[in-house]
């Protein structure tokens, strides 16, 4: 549109000595004349663009009223990129690139040797270890259905392992906690649902849109966990100390004599606690509560007799 064209133009010429009228028509895929009539709009409008001829000519704007009217820093077009870059390493958004692309072409020529060196000082990547094709594939998947307002049809395995199909009005793509959900108006329940994307299979989206409903405070899907809680009390092996630190805090441990580290920490009490315990192997050693020590003890002995035969 002519109005963000012309924004645009704006914008680079605040933070550009000077640019050519072909260079502007290339970057917006316009005419030359095009680009001309442009200015003169933008001169109409109060914004004093000056054209030169020449070797170096070109299009600028007096230095006095750049001072005035800058709308972006360099520090905040540092920041914007830091973020947009984050974000396309999973969704690979060609209106993102896009934005990118644009973005980084207002970076002040005078600026472009500071923006090399400091583009990989500070890098999101919110993208799973290992293959990710799946996985980004999906993310993908859904945000169109959400950008567009398509019906998404899925099936789903929720957390009781039980599996359902569901037919959902995209609402909201949401990363929280290393793990992307969706908020959906679900039409088989009437209601907003949250769905992690890693349970979704057989993703459709369908031809039908859809009008977008107000959309719930996400609080609302993430309220203090309703299962009563336990407190554990676990033994780690001196070994373990790194991943154990990486995993409590600090006020969660005591140091033993022995060398080993002593964690107290409160949980919601479920079966994947079973799980959680497991995975750091004859490491651990449950002392609190004793049903917890039993219910490990039972399972080391189902799994010795597994591998005993």
Known sequence: MKIERLLAITVMLLNRRRVTARELAEHFEVSVRTVYRDVETLNGAGIPVISTQGHEGGLTIPDNYKLSRQLLTFEDMLSLLTALKGVNQTLKNGDIGRIIDKITALIPEEKEPLYRTHADSFVIDITPWGTVDNHRDKVQIV???????????????????????????????????????????????????????SRMRELQTLPEHFVRRPVPPLSRFFEQDSRPPVELVLKFHPALRIKVEEHFASSQLR???????????????????????????????????????????????????????
């Open 143 to 197: 945000h169109e259905a959400v950008s567009r307002s398509q019906l998404l049809g899925f099936a789903y395995t929720g957390a009781n392992g039980r599996g359902s199909q569901r037919l959902v009005e995209p609402h909201t793509l949401l990363y929280k906690g290393f793990t992307w959900y969706l908020l959906a108006w679900c039409r088989k329940r009437s209601d907003f649902r949250l769905f992690r994307l």
């Open 255 to 309: 140091h033993a004599t022995d060398g080993s580290l002593v964690a107290t920490l409160t949980m919601p009490e479920d079966d994947w606690i079973l799980s959680f315990l497991l995975s750091f192997g004859s490491d651990l050693e449950v002392l609190s509560p004793p049903r917890w020590r039993e219910a490990i003890k039972k399972t080391c002995a189902a799994v010795e007799k597994i591998y005993a035969t």
